[in-house]
């Protein structure tokens, strides 16, 4: 239980990458910031969050409607 080895800081990244990136463009492409994509890397915030996105208004869907 000492510090963390390089190989530990590799996987960090590599979860990262693979998770918070393509929600933040997920939720920039819904009209929301993508630095809330952040927040999923808290347990109990991700579901959360994801229940709030599911359910709230989409700022880009209510323009699209409105230009149709």
């Given at each position: 239980?000492?510090?963390?080895?390089?190989?530990?800081?590799?996987?960090?990244?590599?979860?990262?990458?693979?998770?918070?990136?393509?929600c933040?463009?997920?939720?920039?492409?819904?009209?929301?910031?993508?630095w809330?994509?952040?927040?999923?890397?808290?347990?109990?915030?991700?579901?959360?969050?994801l229940?709030?996105?599911?359910?709230?208004?989409?700022?880009?869907?209510?323009?699209?409607?409105?230009?149709?």
């Amino acid at each position: 239980m000492g510090s963390f080895s390089i190989f530990h800081w590799l996987i960090l990244i590599a979860i990262l990458a693979v998770f918070v990136v393509p929600c933040g463009l997920i939720f920039k492409r819904a009209g929301w910031s993508p630095w809330l994509a952040l927040i999923l890397v808290v347990p109990g915030a991700a579901i959360v969050l994801l229940w709030v996105f599911a359910l709230a208004r989409w700022p880009s869907f209510d323009r699209a409607n409105a230009l149709a």
